[in-house]
Every structure is written in C-alpha cells, then in structure tokens.
C-alpha cells in the first residue's frame, strides 16, 4: 500500500498528518481537513484504520503539551455517552458498504463544517445551552458515533467545551485526555472490522512524524492568529471536499 502512492498522494498524507497535529493543538476546524484528504488517497473507510493509530500519537503528544489543563469534570460527562456511541458507530460500520459509508463521512462532515461556520460567525447562538445532563448526554451520543464513523468528532466537543465556557487552553487540555481515552477504546474495534493492518500501521509509523511538528505549530499559533479567521478558510475547502465525498461534483 505504502509503496504505490503517487507524489500526490504523498503530499495529501503528508498535509493530513500535519493537520492531525495542529488540530489537536487547538484548531479544531482543522481536524476535517485530515479527514478529508485520507478518505480522498484511501477508500473511506479504510482510511479511518489509517488515520486511527496516528490520532492516538497525536492525543499523546496533546497530552504531554496540554494536558495539565484539563478540566476532569466535563470529560467524565462526557465520556459515559461517548462510549455508547462508539459502539453504535462500530454496529453500523460493520453493515455500510464503501459508497454508503462515504457518503455518510461526506454528510458527517458537512454538517459538522457548517456547526463549525455558525461557531465562526455567531459565537452567541450556543452561549445560552443549558448545562443540564440531556445536553452531554446528546453531543456525547453523536460525538461518539462520529470518532467511530470518521474520526472528525472534533467540532462535536469543541462545541460543548464552548457551550459550558471553558475557557481556550482548558478546553484543548480536556479535549486532548477525552480523545485518548477514546481513540485507544476505538483501536481494537476497529481491528476487529479488519480496517487496521500491518500496511495500515506502516503508513501510520512513515508519516506521524509530521504530527509534532503539526502541533508545535499549532501552539506557537493559537495564542497569535485570531483563530476565528483561520478555520474560516479551511472550513471552506473542507465543505468543498465534502460535498466531493458526497459526489455533489
């Protein structure tokens, strides 16, 4: 697998793998991206065993930048939820086809792309959410068949880590504990549906060592780049590449 990749494909991987890092170093926007351009070298589905082992290193490297920060009353929240979620997207992974299940990536994707756009533009709309235990209870569901279904859960718990105003770098210290806990829960499922491999893992081991440099970059940006802009941009191309997943064109 590794060995027929095109210099195309290269640079696509290689922009992911840097984008799994900046997304975990507070861009949430961004973690789309990669999403996107693995699906686009690698079946849909596929890519998810691809992507996988690459976003635990990522949620390590989170960790030991930001992990102080976290908040452990939200992430247990969140997390009894989120469980339950995983294993509903590992039920309906092991029934959708390839066609079927890029086009449910490409949906996910979009739909969490114009979340993302309403957080850009109209921070207000979620400022009033109720902090009772069916709101938790609702994003974590869906937060978690969406790490199982596409790994872009992302956006899914930015938006409830804003919606109970936890401030910047609590945010992405709480976010980098909850995704590790997650994306190690989610290894042997995906294991078991055959999407992790021998040559799966080989990619992963070639092109993670652009997810620290990723990162660093994303922490010396995130306290000088007005990140409201920045995602407003790579939310656009990512909803284009979206809508190609879902062969609108």
Same mark, same amino acid.
């Given at each position: 697998m590794?060995?027929n ?26 973690s789309?991206?990669?999403v996107?351009?693995? *699906?686009?070298?690698?079946?849909a ?16 490297c ?7 920060? *976290?908040?452990?009353?939200? !992430? ?7 469980? !339950? ?14 066609g079927?299940?890029?086009a ?15 957080r ?21 569901l ?15 718990v930015?938006?409830?880590?804003l919606?109970?105003?936890?401030p910047?770098?609590?945010?992405i ?7 590790f806990?997650?994306n ?10 055959g @999407?992790?491999?021998?040559?799966? @893992? ?8 652009a ?17 409201v ?21």
């Open positions: 590794l060995f990749l095109c210099p195309l494909d290269i640079l696509l991987l290689l922009i992911g793998s840097f984008g799994i890092g900046f997304s975990k170093a507070g861009f949430p926007g961004v789309m991206l990669h996107v351009l693995f *699906a686009s070298v690698f079946e589905k596929l890519s998810t065993g691809v992507l996988l082992p690459m976003l635990v290193i990522g949620d390590i989170a960790i030991k930048f930001f992990g102080r920060k *976290a908040d452990w009353k939200h !992430v247990r929240r969140l997390l009894p939820p989120t469980l !339950v979620g995983i294993v509903t997207g590992w039920a309906m992974m092991g029934l959708l086809d390839d079927k299940f890029r449910l990536v490409g949906g996910i994707i979009l739909t969490l792309t114009m979340v993302q756009i309403i850009s533009w109209r921070p207000s709309a979620f400022e009033h959410v109720p902090h009772q235990a069916w709101f938790a209870i609702v994003l974590g869906l937060a978690g068949m969406t790490t199982m279904l596409a790994n872009a859960a992302g956006p899914v930015a938006l409830y880590l919606a109970v105003n936890l910047k770098w609590e945010l210290g709480s976010s980098a504990w909850l995704f806990v997650l190690v829960i989610k290894l042997p499922l995906s294991f078991s549906l @999407l992790i491999t021998p040559s799966t @893992l080989l990619i992963g081991a070639v092109f993670s060592a997810i620290p440099i990723g990162m660093m970059s994303g922490r010396w940006l995130v306290s000088r780049v007005p990140q802009w920045f995602n407003s941009i790579l939310l656009a191309f990512t909803a284009i590449a979206a809508c190609r997943l879902l062969g609108l064109f």
